[in-house]
Nanobody
Framework: QVQLVESGGGLVQPGGSLRLSCAAS????????MDWYRQTPGKGRELVAR????????HYADSVKGRFIISRDNVKSTMYLQMYRLKPEDTAVYYC????????WGQGTQVTVSS
């Protein structure tokens, strides 16, 4: 079955960097566009970034444009989110999914930006 495992989160100071990973299995990863989402308590999931199956032509939310870079390795069935110049408002649980989103969500990875 489809499995999505997010990792790489943690506590970082404002201005710092983190690299998130999304390990996918149970489907043909290379055939799907992939999304990173984030969620904070009391708010719905927000789309952060999207990458096509080829890896060319990425899309970012305005709030992260110029600071985050989405990438993928279709051989390893893994997607990444490199986050730079992190802000306290980036604090959230980060999730990955296919586009369009499937019913299976991973456990997410917590990112906390705080001094």
């Amino acid at each position: 079955q489809v499995q999505l495992v997010e990792s790489g989160g943690g506590l970082v100071q404002p201005g710092g960097s983190l690299r998130l990973s999304c390990a996918a299995s149970g489907f043909t990863f290379s055939m799907y566009a992939m999304d990173w989402y984030r969620q904070t308590p009391g708010k719905g999931r927000e789309l952060v970034a999207r990458i096509p199956s080829s890896g060319v032509g990425t899309h970012y939310a305005d709030s992260v444009k110029g600071r985050f870079i989405i990438s993928r390795d279709n051989v390893k069935s893994t997607m990444y989110l490199q986050m730079y110049r992190l802000k306290p408002e980036d604090t959230a649980v980060y999730y990955c999914n296919t586009y369009p989103p499937g019913p299976s969500w991973g456990q997410g990875t917590q990112v906390t930006v705080s001094s």
